[in-house]
C-alpha cells in the first residue's frame, strides 16, 4: 500500500483510489479547490478529497466505505448553493463527492412525458434534450447552465416558472438515492398514483444532501409551447406589480408561464454593470415587470391576451410604459436583465441576500417595509428586490452603500437578516423560499422552526443517518453542547 496523500484512513484511502482511479477522485490542492468554495465566496471549506463516481454502483460503494470509516459526505452537484449547502467545513475531514460524471439523459418518453436523467445532468442540457424531443422540462433558473439535476431536486429549486409548474419536488415522478448505509433506494417509478406507504422521493427532495445522495430522477415534462409572449413593463412600485398580476391571472392563470418583479435599483446595477445589457425602454422606472405567457395552442389567443391586459393597464397608468418581444433575440436579451441580476449585484460590491416568501398579497407590505427598515438601519444601503412574485417569493437582496469598506457591511449581515426576516415573520412569510438553510441560516431554525417541528426533523435524521455523515452542519443548529 503506497504512503497515504489524504487525510482518510489509509484503507479507506487505497480502497477508493483503486476503484475510482485518478479521473474519479481528485486529493491535490489545486484540483480540489473549485469544490471546496461557494459560488457567493461566502465559505472556503477543505476536504480530504473529491470523489467522482461514474455511476449508481460507485457511489454505493463510495458511501458504504464512507460510512464503515466514520468520514463524513459533503453531496455537491452544480456548486451553485447560495447558502453554503455543499460547501466543507474547514475540518478537511470530509469527501466532496461530486456527480458531474453520472451525466447521461437515459430516456425521454413522449407518451408518458416523462425524462430519466443521471444527477450530474445540468438543468439545462435536460431542457435541451426535452426541447429536441418536442417537449418541455419547466424548471427554470438563472443557474442553470450549472445547476445539477441532483443538486435541483435536493434544494428543491423554484426558479421563473413555479408560478405555473411548481417547484422541483411538484416535477419529480420517480427517484433513486444512496442512502447513508450505502444502500440504494430505487425509487424510479414513472407513476402518477402509488399509494404504498411513506413517499420517501418527497422527503429525499429539498433535504440539502443530509439524507442521502440522489443518483437518478425521473421528472415530469410537458407539451412543448406552441405560443409564447413576453412583456417588460415599467411600473411604480409592487402594488402595481401585484394588481397586474391579478390582471393576467383573472383572464387566464394557466397562461401565466412566467411573473418576474424587479426593483428600479436592480435593473440599474444590471445596465450599469452587464455588458450588453440595456433598457429597451423610454426612461428607467421605480421598478418593473417581466411576464410570459404561453399555450400549447398554436394561435393568437396568448397575443391577444396579452395586448388587452396591457393595452388596459396603459391606458389606466397601472404600466407606465411598455415592450413586447417580437424575436427570439428580444425575448433573450428581455430575460437576460431579470437572469442577470444575481451576477450585477455580486459585481457592485458585499451584498447580502435574503430569499424570503410571504403570501403573494403581502409582497407590497414586505418590500415597502423592509427597504424603510433597511435604510434606517445602514443609510445608503442599496436596496434592490427582485424575484418570483407570483409565488410571493423575493430576493431581498441588499447591496453596500457605495464607498462602505466591503467586510464592514458584511460584519453586518445577521443583522440585516434579521431585520428583514422580522418582517418577514410578521407577514406570516418563510425566511427561505427556495435556497434552502444550507449552512448560512442554521441559526435561524430554532426560532422558526423549532419545538415539535424542528424535534421531528432531527429525528427523522437520527434515524436515517445514525452516524451523522451525510453534509454534517447544514440545515441543523449545531446541538446545544
Ligand atoms: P449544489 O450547489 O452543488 O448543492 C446544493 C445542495 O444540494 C447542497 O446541500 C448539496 O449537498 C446538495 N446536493 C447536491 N447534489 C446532490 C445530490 N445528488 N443528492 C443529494 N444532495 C445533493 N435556486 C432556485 O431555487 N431558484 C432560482 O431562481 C435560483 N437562481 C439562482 C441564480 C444564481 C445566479 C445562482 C448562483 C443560484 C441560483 N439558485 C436558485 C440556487 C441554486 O442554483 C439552486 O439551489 C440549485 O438547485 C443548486 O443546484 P446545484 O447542482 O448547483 O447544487
Ligand atoms: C434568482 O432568482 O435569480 C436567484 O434565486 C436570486 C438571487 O440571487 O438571490
Ligand atoms: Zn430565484
Redesign the pocket.
Known sequence: MSAPITALPPSLESALSQMLGPVGMLVDASDTAPYTR???LLYEGRCAAVLRPADTGELARIVALCAEHDVPI?????????VG??TPDASGRAVVV??SRMNRIREIDPHDLTMVVE??VT?KAAQDAARNAGLMLPLS???EG???????????????NTVRYG??RELMVGLE?VMPDGSVFNGLRRLRKDNTGYALRQL?AG????L????TVILQLQPQPRSRELALCAIADASAALTLFGAFRAQDPSAIQAFEYMSGVGMALVTDLIDGATLPLSEPAAAYVLVELASARADDSIRTLMESVLGDALENGLVIDAVMAESESQVASLWRLR?EH??AQKRAGANVKNDVSVPVSRVPALIERATAACEALIPGIRVAPFG?LGDGNIHFNLVQPEGMDPAAFLARDHDIMDCVCAIVHDLDGSFSA???V?QLKTYMMPEWRGGAELETMRRIKQAIDPRGIM?PG?IFPAAAS
Do not use: F, Y
Not at 74 to 82: A, D, E, I, L
Not at 146 to 160: H, P, R
Not at 212 to 215: A, D, E, K, L, P
Open positions: 461557494d459560488w457567493r459533503v453531496p455537491q452537484g452544480g456548486n451553485t448553493s447560495m449547502g455543499a461530486c456527480t444527477a450530474g438543468l433558473i438563472s443557474s450549472s445547476a445539477q439535476i441532483g443538486g435541483v431536486i435536493a434544494t428543491n429549486a423554484g426558479g421563473n417547484n422541483a438515492a429525499l433535504s440539502e444532501g443530509t442521502g445522495i440522489i443518483s437572469e444575481a451576477e418570483h427556495e435556497h434552502g444550507g453534509n447544514k
